[in-house]
């Protein structure tokens, strides 16, 4: 058995192995990342991107990492086996929003690599790996157990299916949870919570000519898109609505007897959320009517809340960002992080790589910060064993 580093004594001596390692190894951090953003995993259909990661574990021999009921690749890097209690989970989500695109070809130029999702998520994705490869390459121990999840359901209506099964299932035993997603300029600290609805309404319709003046779907669909969007909300705490997608009608000459509207609610603050969401449910009492059927459908729902300064959580990733100069920019958004946030479980999100364009088909990666965002993510880790001698 090999020796394993005395973190206390040589700590310093244990960061310059793992950065010389980073060094030698992030080019290949990020050509793993180009092969997982070539495997379409649109949510709900991420299968294939999952067996790979799988594959990718066993060959770094992490015995007992398994693929759950939920679709999620799971390891728990646990090498003296000790109890699962106080756990810290890392989760990097392995879905994406492009739901037809099924060739995808990254291209490398001007220091940046041109992939659909190489930022969100497939460098952290890779990252993580990497992590885990460090860890056990360089034998270091650790107090508690940490559960490396990739997980499903992160983007749009997969309404974190992935990362509540996991908090479910070991809630009990979580202290912390970070969600590694996009990158490192800024930390997620507070969740965003939403609700979501699919508005589906329905009249009579007919036809243009010999039915005209029948009631119109799309005519009322267009009228409580209006009156949604003439709901007077906070600038503070920050609380917003969107009318996302619009369906209805069969041909031009065609009254409309069906329509359909996708609804997303929005805010950082709960109070003001219920708000929002009760406002937005009177409009569609007001319209509900015998000769218009209105039904709805909660088809999301995100919980707000944030996370305290005076965790040893946040305390850790200020720590981390002054060995690297930068300042601890926090800032609100939806990531998986919500979830553990609204159950009051202390959890972040940031990221591994810098870059542009996210859920755009010119979405980019800086090379060279994949680099930077190994190191940060490391140093960090170190800390969460440290800060249990």
Same mark, same amino acid.
């Given at each position: 058995?090999?020796?394993?580093e005395?973190?206390?004594?040589?700590?310093?001596?244990?960061?310059k192995?793992?950065?010389?390692?980073?060094?030698?190894e992030?080019?290949?951090?990020?050509?793993?990342?180009?092969?997982i953003?070539?495997?379409?995993?649109m949510?709900?259909?991420e299968?294939?991107?999952?067996?790979?990661?799988?594959?990718?574990?066993?060959?770094?021999?992490?015995?007992?990492?398994?693929?759950?009921?939920?679709?999620?690749?799971?390891?728990?890097?646990n090498?003296?086996?000790?109890n699962?209690?106080s756990?810290?989970?890392?989760?990097?989500?392995i879905?994406?929003?492009f739901?037809?695109?099924?060739d995808?070809?990254?291209?490398?130029r001007?220091?940046?690599?041109?992939?659909?999702?190489?930022?969100?998520?497939?460098?952290? $994705?890779?990252?993580? /790996? =990497?992590c +885990?490869k460090i860890l056990?390459?360089?034998n270091?121990?650790? #107090?508690?157990? &940490?559960?490396?999840a990739?997980?499903?359901?992160?983007?749009?209506l997969?309404?974190?299916?992935?990362?509540?099964?996991?908090?479910?299932?070991?809630?009990?035993?979580?202290k912390e949870?970070?969600?590694?997603?996009?990158?490192?300029?800024?930390?997620?600290?507070?969740?965003?919570?939403?609700?979501?609805?699919?508005v589906?309404?329905k009249?009579?319709?007919?036809?243009?000519?010999g039915d005209?003046?029948n009631?119109?779907?799309?005519?009322?669909a267009?009228? $409580?898109?209006?009156? /949604? =969007?003439? +709901?007077k909300?906070?600038?503070?705490?920050?609380?917003?609505? #969107?009318?996302? &997608?619009?369906?209805g009608?069969?041909?031009?000459?065609?009254i409309?007897e069906?329509?359909?509207?996708?609804v997303?609610l929005?805010?950082?603050?709960?109070a003001?959320?219920?708000?929002?969401?009760?406002e937005f449910?009177?409009?569609?009492?007001?319209?509900?009517?015998?000769n218009?059927?209105?039904?709805?459908?909660?088809?999301?729902?995100?919980p707000?809340?944030?996370?305290?300064?005076d965790?040893?959580?946040?305390?850790?990733?200020i720590?981390?960002r002054?060995?690297?100069g930068?300042?601890?920019?926090?800032?609100?958004?939806?990531?998986?992080?919500?979830y553990?946030?609204?159950?009051?479980i202390?959890?972040?999100s940031?990221?591994?790589?810098?870059?542009r364009?996210v859920?755009t088909?010119d979405?980019?990666?800086?090379?060279?910060?994949?680099k930077?965002?190994?190191?940060h993510?490391?140093?960090?880790i170190?800390?969460?064993?440290?800060?249990?001698?």
């Amino acid at each position: 058995m090999r020796k394993k580093e005395n973190r206390i004594h040589s700590g310093n001596a244990l960061l310059k192995k793992i950065y010389d390692y980073i060094d030698n190894e992030y080019e290949s951090i990020c050509n793993l990342a180009m092969d997982i953003s070539k495997i379409p995993s649109m949510t709900g259909n991420e299968a294939r991107k999952a067996d790979f990661i799988l594959n990718k574990l066993r060959e770094l021999d992490c015995e007992g990492s398994y693929i759950d009921e939920a679709g999620n690749v799971i390891y728990i890097y646990n090498p003296n086996e000790r109890n699962l209690n106080s756990v810290t989970v890392f989760a990097a989500h392995i879905d994406t929003v492009f739901k037809d695109l099924w060739d995808i070809n990254p291209v490398i130029r001007d220091g940046r690599i041109y992939a659909p999702s190489i930022l969100d998520n497939s460098i952290n $994705i890779a990252g993580q /790996i =990497y992590c +885990i490869k460090i860890l056990k390459a360089i034998n270091i121990d650790i #107090n508690k157990p &940490i559960l490396f999840a990739f997980n499903v359901g992160e983007e749009g209506l997969g309404n974190l299916k992935g990362i509540r099964h996991i908090v479910d299932k070991y809630k009990d035993s979580i202290k912390e949870v970070i969600a590694l997603d996009l990158g490192y300029q800024s930390i997620v600290d507070t969740a965003v919570g939403s609700k979501r609805y699919a508005v589906k309404i329905k009249t009579e319709g007919g036809h243009s000519w010999g039915d005209f003046g029948n009631k119109s779907a799309v005519f009322y669909a267009s009228r $409580i898109i209006n009156d /949604i =969007y003439s +709901i007077k909300v906070p600038d503070e705490p920050k609380t917003t609505y #969107n009318v996302g &997608i619009i369906k209805g009608g069969t041909s031009v000459n065609t009254i409309p007897e069906d329509a359909e509207i996708a609804v997303d609610l929005r805010s950082v603050d709960q109070a003001c959320l219920d708000r929002l969401n009760k406002e937005f449910l009177r409009i569609i009492d007001d319209y509900d009517s015998q000769n218009v059927k209105i039904s709805i459908q909660n088809i999301g729902e995100r919980p707000c809340g944030s996370t305290s300064h005076d965790s040893p959580l946040i305390k850790r990733i200020i720590q981390t960002r002054r060995d690297f100069g930068m300042e601890a920019n926090f800032r609100a958004s939806s990531t998986d992080a919500n979830y553990p946030i609204g159950l009051g479980i202390p959890s972040i999100s940031f990221g591994v790589g810098e870059g542009r364009g996210v859920h755009t088909q010119d979405e980019y990666l800086i090379i060279d910060s994949a680099k930077t965002g190994m190191k940060h993510l490391m140093n960090f880790i170190l800390r969460i064993i440290e800060e249990d001698i």
